[in-house]
């Protein structure tokens, strides 16, 4: 089975927009604009930066796959959770 993953339209945006997240596990507040301030961990990672030791994801997100089974072309739909993590709660790599 080969995934693809496709973006709601109503996140595709012209311009970038800064949002504001209020986090439910320490309820604290974070701005910034998408793809820029929240990434996922791995993500953070590639871009050079590491999580900071003890910080909880700011967001919870989902996101749906469709798996396409290449014999019978059967389309399933599963969910897909997603963490992200502000600027704030990470800091450069040392490596």
Same mark, same amino acid.
Not at 40 to 57: I, M
């Given at each position: 089975?080969?995934?693809? /993953?496709?973006?709601p %339209?109503? +996140? $595709?945006? =012209?311009?970038?927009?800064?949002? =504001? &997240? ?7 507040? @974070? ?18 930066? =590491? $999580? ?6 700011? @967001? ?7 798996? &396409?089974?290449e014999?019978?072309?059967? &389309? =399933?739909?599963?969910?897909? %959770? @997603? @963490? +992200? ?6 800091? /450069?790599?040392?490596?």
């Amino acid at each position: 089975m080969q995934a693809t /993953q496709t973006a709601p %339209a109503t +996140l $595709v945006s =012209k311009a970038p927009q800064r949002i =504001k &997240v209020k986090s439910k596990k320490d309820g604290k507040e @974070y701005v910034g604009t998408p793809h820029v301030d929240f990434r996922t961990f791995l993500k953070w990672k590639q871009a050079g930066f =590491k $999580v900071k030791k003890g910080s909880k994801s700011c @967001y919870t997100g989902l996101s749906f796959l469709k798996l &396409v089974d290449e014999d019978s072309g059967d &389309v =399933k739909t599963i969910p897909k %959770a @997603y @963490y +992200l993590f502000h600027s704030s709660q990470v800091e /450069q790599s040392k490596r």
